[in-house]
């Protein structure tokens, strides 16, 4: 099988193509040949000039459109796995696939399909109204960006992909990073019958020790949206508990930083391995819904359980009751999340090993790159099946 690989990538190295050079690795590795048609927004929004092209390029790019079609032509695919088009290669280049009687896969990796900025967040919480209203406006409205050119270009951009059906024509099955993902979808009004859901992936090299750690681990940037700050509280207010973050400051300071807290930065490889593994659990206390959470996975492969909130991918990732790799908490709750990083500080040992041992069973049994592969290629029958319907 031949995978023709679309990306627009973006400013600066993300999760997001991490993940994209993830599949390609993996489907290599699988015997398959895998090909790349890519954009890149980096080095571009530095200038008037290349704002002005983003700008027009997110809703029709005559090079993107271009370059689609001479991949199509040079490679001869079997398959297109899309991931972001926004904005170089833009959502007018799916219809070049479909003139080639090329099958498309999308990967959702955000929201971008039904909300303009892709997060369903507007000052650091959950926000749905585009989706509630049909309409992308609010985006504008609320000037979701802090910025009024960026936030008019990104929903001038989602308000012309919906109209003429860029996506909904031209993508065979949109493949969901969760099922609280594609339930949005099919709450925008996409068949539900065109998404499939095939989840991040990693895979854990050994099985942990299942040590019990030292201290609370915090894994993310430190910024409004992801929360840190409610873990800040809760470490002020238990001084006798160590507390490790593990994330870039986003901006500004902390002040007065309590003395149970130490902040280690960005961190990467092995070292950042070493802090998971040496934690006791982590704590993801995300204002927002985010898309997949990778920071749980890499616990579990430590055998680490991890608190999350109730929301969003967390609370199926995680799980509940005797399925649960973790606890929950009520989303934005600060004394919520209080009470569960205490009583998970306290419990007995045995509680965090076994809530350890199966956060390990459920990233071995359901995120390995093994499940990712064959859930694809059922996905790749499916899209082409639908290819041949079509005819």
Not at 90 to 109: F, N, Q, R, Y
Not at 140 to 159: D, I, M, P
Not at 345 to 355: D, K, Q, R, S, V
Request: proline share 5%; aromatic share 10%.
């Amino acid at each position: 099988m031949k995978v023709l690989i679309a990306h627009n990538a973006y400013g600066k190295y993300s999760g997001e193509e991490a993940v994209v050079d993830r599949i390609a690795a993996i489907l290599a590795a699988h015997g398959d040949e895998v090909c790349r048609y890519e954009r890149t927004t980096a080095g571009v929004r530095e200038s008037l000039r290349g704002k002005v092209r983003s700008f027009f390029a997110g809703i029709y790019s005559p090079d993107g459109v271009r370059g689609m079609r001479e991949a199509l032509e040079r490679e001869q695919p079997d398959v297109v796995n899309v991931h972001n088009v926004f904005p170089f290669i833009s959502p007018a280049a799916l219809a070049e696939c479909k003139k080639a009687g090329v099958p498309v896969i999308m990967t959702v990796h955000n929201f971008r399909l039904i909300c303009p900025t892709g997060l369903f967040m507007r000052g650091g919480l959950p926000c749905e109204e585009c989706l509630e209203r049909h309409s992308e406006w609010g985006c504008l409205q609320h000037n979701c960006e802090g910025n009024w050119l960026k936030s008019l270009a990104y929903t001038l951009r989602s308000v012309h992909a919906r109209r003429t059906r860029a996506f909904l024509d031209n993508v065979d099955v949109f493949s969901c990073i969760t099922d609280f993902q594609r339930q949005k979808l099919i709450a925008a009004g996409i068949p539900e019958g065109k998404i499939a859901v095939n989840p991040n992936f990693l895979d854990a090299t050994t099985e942990p020790e299942y040590k019990v750690g030292y201290y609370v681990a915090y894994c993310g940037r430190l910024s409004f949206e992801k929360g840190f700050d409610l873990l800040l509280e809760v470490a002020r207010k238990h001084p006798d508990i160590p507390f490790k973050f593990a994330g870039a400051l986003r901006e500004g300071s902390i002040d007065e930083m309590p003395g149970n807290i130490a902040l280690m930065g960005h961190i990467s490889g092995q070292e950042y391995e070493d802090f998971v593994r040496n934690a006791r659990f982590i704590v993801m206390p995300s204002r927002c819904y985010e898309g997949f959470p990778m920071a749980i996975l890499e616990a579990a492969a430590q055998g680490k359980p991890t608190i999350g909130p109730d929301h969003g991918g967390f609370s199926e990732i995680i799980g509940k009751g005797g399925n649960a790799i973790g606890r929950l908490f009520k989303p934005n709750d600060i004394n919520d999340l209080e009470q569960q990083v205490v009583r998970l500080w306290n419990a007995p040992e045995e509680e965090i090993t076994t809530l350890g041992h199966a956060a390990f069973e459920k990233l071995t049994t359901q995120y390995s790159s093994e499940q990712f592969y064959n859930r694809f290629r059922s996905i790749v029958s499916r899209a082409t099946h639908e290819k041949c319907q079509k005819k």
